[in-house]
């Protein structure tokens, strides 16, 4: 990272950022294309290591790439303010931001895909309970992306006294 200054590594408050956003942007590799998809997510770090769970049709893009090229990079963002100077040069912007590469599954584990499906709903409205539809839920791929690097980084809001 060549902002080093900028660097986050306190697992507890990457952890709490991943916590609250909601949108995680994949890039899958499609024979010599990168196809990007902004997904919501849920999220469960451990350990130190952090897996998204996500949802989709079990058919398409997503779902064929998956398949045939789980390797994917991904990318959150959140905290964003605008800092406003007198002149154009000086804007500048707060922020945070995670970036990291992984590997896609796709979860066939019953027990796994109603957690993960609870996992996406639970940092969707904060609710820890849900029930699922056998219908609805049965024609629902639920998605692992489990994170192999993560990095993270921060320009914050500097407050004056």
Known sequence: MRRSDREITDAAQIAAFLEQEQIIRIAFYD????????????????????????????????????????????????NYALLSAEDACGHSAAYQSVTGTGRVSIVTD????????????????????????????????????????LSCKAKQVKKFE
């Open 110 to 149: 019953e027990a796994e895909r109603m957690a993960g499906l609870r996992c996406l709903m639970r940092q969707a409205t904060g609710k820890e309970e849900w029930t699922f539809r056998a219908e609805a839920a049965n024609k629902t791929a639920v998605f692992r992306l489990d994170a192999e690097t």
């Open 31 to 78: 024979h010599g294309e990168i196809y990007i998809v902004p997904v919501n997510y849920g999220v469960c770090c451990e350990n130190g290591s952090c897996r998204f769970y996500f949802h989709g049709a079990a058919a398409g893009r997503k779902y064929t790439l998956s398949l045939l090229n789980p390797s994917v990079g991904f990318e959150i963002d959140g």
